[in-house]
């Protein structure tokens, strides 16, 4: 019962609804690159996700040994340019803009959540070393890297802090040119594995200098091997155990002076990792979506295959068969449409932050990568859990898939930085940054936006006042309390994601594109905003 067709028509569909361009990248060339891409995923990887899930990671004797299939499928993706697509021209790389490369993840995360894991964090790698690393380090990493030859992971956290990050106490010590990294990390995803010839840590750790909290970090990338394939002291001790992705290995990784290379400035090594941080939080809200797409597919098929009771509608019962096929049951019509009504307009949020990543909007891409990460994730949960209720008993086995499909996307909401985390990170961070800037643009372009749809555009322009309402209340009472401001910016962060995805369908409209499926999400899913407005300005009451 696995299943995938790739999305291509709705990808084609958001180059033109967003009016992209690019001057290598042009329609015709994306069309051929995600027809191309779309036939490996769904001839090859969707293949591999059982297996990941059901053998996963083994670890034997200090090593951590992933299926043959993922084996094989990495180095496919190797072959045939996948790793190297968005990477820089410069290093090997085919540069290939944000919004092809949120297109790929997305298939590639439908295809196999556990595996895709691995490219998003070595292309984050690639990205830190591009911008800030030495040209020797430059030059001696980053071919291999794009080529797929060596991977790459962060290691933040410790067993005694996780967010908070200034509480680290891994050390570097001079040493000549370089230094001596000395501590334990947990939670490294893809930390040890054997697929590459060598894996490179990006580790945060504190001089003997350092300040305290989080301005003593420092960053050091730090090598599986040195040269002549010497083992530089980094060392697997265990995985996790966990509900999901067992594919992907989540590691215990003790550095036992393993020889490190400074990256950027001393004590500047928390804002360099942010920007892996940042892509990778966007990059995770695209792997759920492509999650509960595949979980999508997998129950509308089934609603489409599976018999059981009658019809209410006499015209709509097949009077030859002995019961009517599911689809035709109103319930089941309408978890179907939940789920369906929302992907689309996700996908064109993405697509949306895309081009802001790539236009240089600082600012808009601040506020949407918390969106993505969080308003995305937790949503597609619940559509994944959607897509199991569709298929009754059958969902919950393991023969009907969406079981795997739940248990996986659950870390979503959990890894790079949980959900609540990102709330904080929008309202007390980026909002009170540019003291509601970036917001207020927002909430003007909601009410000056042309939509042909005369119930949408009044739906935009409700929206207006509900953020204006809402950054109004916080404005005023996050000022004088702070702990306010904080228990309501989980509900001003889906305020905003609601917001959001009310604006992409404005979009569509504009295009007479998805109809029907846009008046549903008028009238059954954006009145959740109403509610979110009543708890953003009721948040005192988590205090008590």
Not at 9 to 17: E, G, P, S
Not at 481 to 502: Q, T
Request: charged share 20%; proline share 4%; glycine share 8%.
């Amino acid at each position: 019962m696995r299943y995938y067709q790739a999305p291509i028509d709705q990808f084609k569909q958001l180059i033109t609804i967003f009016n992209y361009s690019h001057p290598e990248y042009d329609a015709q060339t994306i069309d051929a690159l995600l027809i191309g891409m779309s036939s490996w995923v769904e001839d090859k990887m969707v293949g591999t996700n059982l297996v990941g899930d059901e053998i996963g990671a083994q670890f034997v004797q200090g090593q951590v040994i992933l299926p043959k299939a993922y084996d094989e499928a990495y180095h496919q993706m190797a072959a045939n340019g996948m790793l190297s697509l968005g990477m820089p021209v410069e290093w090997g790389g085919l540069g290939a803009p944000p919004i092809v490369m949120n297109m790929l993840m997305e298939m590639l995360s439908s295809g196999n959540l556990s595996l895709s894991t691995c490219h998003l964090l070595s292309s984050g790698v690639i990205r830190v070393l591009d911008a800030f690393a030495n040209d020797s380090l430059k030059n001696k990493y980053l071919h291999a890297m794009v080529e797929g030859k060596y991977s790459g992971v962060m290691c933040l956290t410790e067993p005694q802090c996780g967010t908070d990050l200034g509480l680290i106490v891994t050390q570097a010590k001079p040493d000549g040119d370089s230094f001596l990294i000395t501590g334990n990390k947990i939670w490294i995803s893809f930390g040890e594995h054997q697929m590459t010839e060598n894996i490179i840590h990006l580790v945060l750790a504190k001089l003997p200098d350092a300040p305290e909290g989080s301005k003593g970090i420092s960053l050091f990338l730090v090598p599986k091997y040195l040269e002549n394939a010497k083992l530089n002291g980094v060392i697997c001790t265990g995985i996790e155990k966990k509900m999901g992705t067992h594919g992907a290995p989540t590691c215990f990784m003790s550095y036992e002076g393993a020889r490190g290379y400074l990256i950027g400035e001393p004590h500047q090594g928390l804002p360099l990792m942010f920007q892996m941080m940042n892509e990778a939080r966007l990059a995770v809200g695209v792997q759920a979506l492509g999650v509960a797409e595949i979980a999508y597919q997998a129950a509308l098929k089934f609603a489409h295959e599976r018999r059981q009771s009658r019809a209410l509608r006499p015209s709509d019962r097949e009077m030859d068969k002995k019961a009517d096929l599911i689809i035709v049951h109103p319930d089941v019509k309408r978890m179907l449409h939940n789920i369906h009504c929302q992907l689309i307009s996700m996908r064109a949020l993405v697509a949306f932050t895309a081009i802001k990543v790539e236009e240089g909007h600082q600012a808009w891409s601040g506020h949407l990568t918390p969106i993505i990460k969080s308003f995305l994730t937790e949503r597609c949960v619940d559509m994944v859990s959607e897509a199991m209720q569709v298929m009754g008993g059958m969902g919950y086995t393991k023969d009907g898939v969406i079981e795997q499909y739940l248990r996986d996307v659950r870390v979503t909401m959990i890894y790079e930085g949980t959900n609540g985390i990102q709330a904080l990170d929008l309202v007390a961070r980026k909002i009170l940054k540019d003291q509601g800037k970036t917001v207020r643009e927002f909430i003007e372009l909601l009410r000056s936006f042309e939509c042909p749809d005369e119930p949408f555009t009044q739906l935009l322009k409700k929206h207006a006042n509900q953020l204006e309402q809402c950054l109004i209340w916080l404005g005023v009472n996050g000022m004088k309390n702070p702990n306010l401001a904080a228990a309501s910016a989980s509900d001003f962060l889906r305020l905003m994601g609601i917001a959001l995805l009310s604006f992409m369908w404005a979009h569509y409209l504009r295009h007479g594109l998805y109809l029907a499926e846009a008046e549903y999400f008028r009238l059954m899913l954006a009145p959740e905003s109403e509610v979110f407005v009543s708890r953003v300005v009721s948040g005192q009451w988590v205090l008590l």
